[in-house]
């Protein structure tokens, strides 16, 4: 038991350690902010046309209401399928 007890006080010791070597830009630093993990502030993606899940649906669907105003004869025909 007592060898149990020292192992734990290592892994947490190892573990703290660990945790405050990884924030010592983000603790020490000016800005004091973590880094931007998400895929829209990720200026290299955004080159490569690469957004995140809500960008891309939004442009889809633009697209897509864009595309339905300039063919109002296929929307039409559609609506009499739907109808039949």
Do not use: W
Not at 36 to 41: D, K, L, Q, T, Y
Not at 51 to 57: F, G, M, N, P, S
């Amino acid at each position: 038991m007592k060898g149990f007890g020292i192992l734990v006080l290592a892994t947490l010791a190892v573990v703290g350690l660990s945790l405050l070597l990884l924030g010592v830009q983000t603790f020490f630093s000016k800005r004091r902010k973590f880094p931007e993990m998400h895929v829209g502030g990720n200026k290299a993606l955004a080159k490569k046309g690469i957004y995140c899940v809500q960008t891309q649906d939004a442009l889809a669907r633009r697209d897509a209401a864009s595309t339905m105003k300039t063919k109002p004869e296929e929307v039409e025909d559609a609506a009499d399928e739907n109808e039949r």
